[in-house]
């Protein structure tokens, strides 16, 4: 995981450009802005798994990869490295597992005795007040 991590730093500082020299044919670079935008990524995603915490390196990848795909889609990447680039931040969001930690269980419910099979006492269910016992409502009263 690591290593991938490190060959997006790697792919993204091989464009930043350096030294003198003679003028050569002009390769094409990221932008030093961009270069180290993403290298700061990656370096959080690293963090984050050498932490152990695999649902925070997979958010932070999550973010390496979404900021990858903006920067290509506004042509702020060469063609020449847009494939290795996408292939590479797409598996790296991909092969990072995030296991949340589980619920607390929660307790069963305490029984009061008055639980629908009337081990407890009480009415039985539907024989308390107002539960459809009326008073002779309308059964036969006006009728002649």
Do not use: Y
């Amino acid at each position: 995981m690591r290593r991938l991590a490190l060959a997006v730093v790697v792919l993204a500082l091989a464009g930043c450009g350096g030294g003198g020299g003679e003028p050569k044919v002009v390769q094409p670079h990221l932008p030093r802005a961009l270069a180290a935008d993403w290298r700061a990524q990656t370096d959080g995603v690293a963090a984050a798994l050498d932490a152990g915490d695999g649902c925070e390196a997979r958010r932070r990848a999550v973010a390496l990869q979404t900021s990858v795909i903006t920067a290509v889609n506004a042509r702020r990447v060469p063609p020449r490295f847009q494939e290795t680039l996408l292939g590479t931040v797409n598996e790296l969001a991909t092969r990072i597992g995030c296991t949340p930690p589980a619920p607390a269980p929660t307790p069963a419910p305490a029984s009061d005795g008055a639980g629908g099979n009337n081990e407890g006492g009480g009415p039985p269910p539907g024989h308390g007040p107002g539960q459809g016992h009326g008073h002779g409502h309308g059964h036969g009263k006006g009728k002649k």
